[in-house]
């Protein structure tokens, strides 16, 4: 949404009242938006500049909108300019979307030309000889040479008056009432309806933002349970094998080492039956037997944990299928609570970042992970990382894990004093420290954890390299579920 000429030039005529007064602070509060602080005759007043694409608008503002994290280049250049200095004029041109405002200064005049013409809008400050001295934005203009040090050229207006020759119905008007209220009641009607614009844009982004990791999370967790139902369907196999392994028990001695098949006689309802049976010609006949009731209990005992874990899983997707439908239909306050439920469930939006605007600004020696529970996960990202992450980051009661006996990254977990981590967390670390070793990609690996302050530098050792003390060994079986979920949700880690 912007500003047809008609509406500009009733708001230039409702601003002229701020004529006369002197600029006392400027904010560019977003690339080619800026707000100017005025103090004259009748108080204070806030001006508001948007040359934004679908957002350029002008009007007097009654608050100062929220600054970025990095100031806006041209935000210096503005202060520089204009602050101290008296607006003595404030013009619309003529049946077109620009604006002028003029600036006496002791050093001469200045002029801030508001360009709002949609997609290609943009703000200039030009000298008294005509020069362009800064522009809010890159010139999008591909007709005019408009860059700093060039003449300043205006836009050919357009044919229509700025307004396609459209006859539209005036969207801003003082209402009778208001006019002895409110000092700027144009004005006040475009900022509402922007703020109402703004939201619903919020809106809208904050809802997608959630809805595509939690949908990425309900597809990860049908995929999770596709797998579960296969190791499930094993079960029945292993039940073959119980069975070759009570008849091998009962015939040891017509079992010779060296044979690579045997053949015995099985008696079932129906009568006796010969059956044959694989086995390893290394082997005895005992170990024979013991390795097929190995491979029984190793599959029922991973059956009744995938049973257990489906039960999770089928949870989690009930969760975050509830969850997609709380998203569609929430409000904007709302959605910070739904974000942390997301994150609880493992499916929260990547963090945003602010971009680095110092190329020489080092990164943190870690990556940061939550646990299931919240807890914060940090990994070193490499040797030497290793090494200030440990030595210098961990705290002494913090949890220090690693893949047991093999190259691979140091893993935090922040513990409070005295706390030990719950077994979500445990987990989660622990998956961690396998998927940045050699380890990664191994269906099971050992990792080795301790207390950070049982980790000592291996003496004349390399980058990394420790020893350690008071450790436990936890053998880890891969869940992707659980490192698919992690490597999702990384947060940006604390400088």
Aim: positive net charge.
């Amino acid at each position: 949404m912007s500003l047809t000429a008609r509406e500009i030039a009733a708001v230039t005529a409702e601003l002229a009242q701020v004529v006369g007064a002197r600029v006392t602070a400027a904010w560019a509060h977003a690339e080619r938006a800026a707000t100017l602080e005025l103090y004259g005759p009748r108080g204070e007043a806030l001006l508001l500049l948007s040359a934004e694409p679908d957002a350029t608008r002008l009007h007097a503002a009654r608050r100062r909108p929220p600054q970025p994290a990095s100031p806006f280049p041209f935000q210096v250049v503005l202060r520089r300019e204009v602050v101290g200095a008296r607006l003595s004029g404030l013009s619309a041109a003529a049946g077109d979307r620009v604006v002028v405002l003029r600036f006496e200064r002791p050093a001469g005049e200045v002029l801030l030309v508001a360009e709002l013409t949609g997609r290609h809008g943009n703000l200039f400050l030009v000298g008294s000889d005509g020069i362009i001295r800064a522009s809010a934005g890159q010139n999008l203009s591909q007709r005019r040479r408009l860059v700093s040090g060039q003449p300043y050229v205006p836009p050919v207006p357009t044919a229509g008056g700025g307004d396609e020759g459209e006859v539209r119905p005036q969207r801003f008007t003082a209402p009778p009432a208001a006019s002895g209220e409110e000092r700027f009641p144009i004005s006040a009607a475009i900022e509402a309806a922007y703020a109402a614009l703004d939201e619903a844009r919020s809106l809208a982004e904050g809802r997608r933002r959630l809805r595509e990791p939690v949908r990425a999370g309900r597809a990860r967790a049908a995929r999770a349970l596709a797998k579960l139902a296969e190791e499930v369907a094993r079960v029945p196999a292993a039940e073959e094998d119980r069975r070759r392994a009570d008849l091998l028990k009962v015939n040891l001695r017509l079992v010779r080492r060296g044979a690579r098949e045997v053949a015995l006689t099985e008696w079932t309802e129906e009568g006796a039956r010969e059956v044959r049976i694989a086995v390893d010609p290394a082997l005895t006949p005992l170990a024979n037997m013991e390795r097929y009731y190995r491979r029984y209990r190793r599959i029922v005992d991973s059956a009744a944990r995938v049973t257990a874990r489906a039960a999770e899983v089928r949870a989690l997707e009930a969760a975050l299928a509830q969850l997609l439908l709380d998203v569609e239909a929430a409000p904007l306050e709302a959605l910070p609570r739904l974000e942390r439920e997301a994150r609880r469930l493992g499916a929260g939006p990547r963090p945003v970042r602010e971009a680095r605007h110092k190329r020489d600004e080092p990164l943190p020696p870690y990556r940061s992970f939550r646990s299931l529970t919240g807890a914060e996960i940090l990994v070193g990202r490499g040797a030497a990382q290793n090494d200030a992450l440990t030595h210098k980051v961990a705290r002494g009661n913090d949890l220090w894990l690693h893949a047991r006996g093999l190259p691979g990254a140091h893993v935090v977990v922040r513990l409070e004093k005295g706390k030990a981590p719950d077994q979500d967390t445990l987990l989660d670390a622990a998956h961690l420290a396998v998927h940045f070793s050699d380890a990664r990609g191994a269906p099971q690996a050992d990792v080795a954890y301790t207390r950070a302050k049982y980790v000592r530098k291996a003496k004349g050792g390399a980058p990394g390299a420790v020893t350690y003390s008071q450790e436990r060994v936890l053998l880890l079986r891969h869940e992707p579920p659980r490192i698919e979920r992690l490597l999702a949700a990384e947060d940006e880690p604390a400088s």
